[in-house]
């Protein structure tokens, strides 16, 4: 299994990016997939979850009401829309698979699978 990110990038404040996550080796239906971000010296922070064939989602407090994520069964891909970026959105951005799981479990997805991903820069 492997998934790999896309569409990251140099962006200034309040613009947007779309990110991809593009999973190989699992089918899309079965899995939890969650957005992550890691900035230097700081905790790997959750950005958001989904798992669209059961209607599940959630987001991070830090990027609700400006990322949305979303699913395209047929590409076999995730999205990730970012729009009015900010400075401290800068991180690197990962997405993870979690078999078997919902957005709504608590504590959370266990991730079985990550991708290396993409890093996200905005400037002021």
């Known amino acids: 299994v492997q998934l790999a990110e896309s569409g990251g990038g140099l962006v200034q404040a309040g613009g947007s990016l779309r990110l991809s996550c593009v999973p190989s080796?699992?089918?899309?239906?079965?899995?939890?997939i969650g957005w992550f971000r890691q900035a230097p010296g700081k905790e790997r922070e959750k950005v958001s979850c989904?798992?669209?064939?059961?209607?599940?989602?959630s987001y991070g407090d830090s990027v609700k009401g400006r990322f949305t994520t979303s699913a395209d069964h047929a590409k076999n891909t995730v999205y990730l829309q970012m729009n009015n970026l900010k400075p401290e959105d800068t991180a690197v951005y990962s997405c993870?698979?979690?078999?078997?799981?919902?957005?709504?479990?608590?504590?959370?997805?266990?991730?079985?699978?990550w991708g290396q991903g993409t890093q996200v820069t905005v400037s002021s």
């Open positions: 993870a698979a979690a078999l078997g799981w919902s957005c709504d479990d608590e504590p959370g997805p266990v991730y079985n699978f």
């Open positions: 080796g699992i089918t899309l239906d079965l899995y939890a």
């Open positions: 989904i798992r669209s064939s059961e209607g599940s989602l």
